[in-house]
C-alpha cells in the first residue's frame, strides 16, 4: 500500500513537472480562453474599456498609463499575445525616455535583450517622427528571449487602417512560445 502512494506521488510530481510552462504577464500565464485572461487582467486594477470591439484594457503598467490588448488564436481562443501601447507620449523626448526606461525595467527582468536594433536622432516635430518611423531613419527596438517566449519593446507607428500613416507609440509585446505556435497552425 506504501509503495503504490509512493509511486502515485511521484508519478504526480512527473507529471505537474512535464506541464507545459507559460510566458507570464503581470504574473498571469499567456495562456487559457480569452474570457478567463481577460477577467485576470480586471482582477489586477486593469479597466475594460467598451470604446473598442475586441478587449482593451485602460490602466497602468510599469508606472505608465497603458493600454493593454490580449490576443487568443483564431479558433480555439486561446491566448498567446499581449501588446501594451503607452498613452499620453507626445513628443520624441517623452517616447524615447520611457522607451529608454521600460528598457531598463525589462533588462532587470530578463537580462540582456538578445537583439537591439537602436538608430537615428528624433525630432521634436511629431509629423516628422512619423515620417522617419516609416523611412527607418529612425528605430527603437529590442527582444528579450525566455524559455518560454520573447518580449518586444519599440517604438513605432499605431496605423488605425492599412491607409493611414499611423501615429507614433511606444509598445511591448509579451509573446508567449507555445501558444504563438498554435496561433500560427490555426491561421
Not at 507529471?15 to 503581470?26: G, K, P, R
Not at 522617419?132 to 520573447?150: N, P, Q, S, V
Amino acid at each position: 500500500m506504501k509503495t503504490r502512494i509512493l509511486i502515485l506521488l511521484l508519478l504526480a510530481i512527473g507529471i505537474n513537472s512535464m506541464a507545459e510552462e507559460h510566458l507570464t504577464f503581470l504574473g498571469i500565464p499567456i495562456d487559457g480562453p480569452l474570457d478567463s485572461f481577460s477577467r485576470a487582467l480586471e482582477q489586477k486594477d486593469l479597466k475594460r474599456s467598451s470604446a473598442f470591439s475586441n478587449p482593451v484594457f485602460k490602466g497602468n503598467f510599469a508606472n505608465r498609463p497603458a493600454y493593454v490588448i490580449a490576443q487568443a488564436t483564431t479558433e480555439t481562443n486561446i491566448v498567446y499575445e499581449v501588446l501594451v501601447t503607452f498613452r499620453e507620449l507626445y513628443t520624441w523626448n517623452e517616447m524615447d525616455s520611457a522607451y529608454l526606461a521600460l528598457k531598463t525595467y525589462l533588462i532587470a527582468q530578463y537580462g540582456v535583450p538578445a537583439e537591439t536594433n537602436e538608430v537615428g536622432v528624433g525630432p521634436e516635430d511629431v509629423i516628422q517622427v512619423k515620417q522617419y518611423l516609416d523611412d527607418a531613419i529612425l528605430i527603437r527596438r529590442c527582444r528579450f528571449e525566455t524559455e518560454t517566449g520573447t518580449i518586444s519593446l519599440g517604438i513605432d507607428n499605431l496605423r488605425i487602417h492599412q491607409h493611414s500613416r499611423g501615429v507614433p507609440y511606444v509598445y511591448i509585446i509579451y509573446s508567449d512560445k507555445s501558444n504563438a505556435t498554435l496561433a500560427m497552425q490555426e491561421l
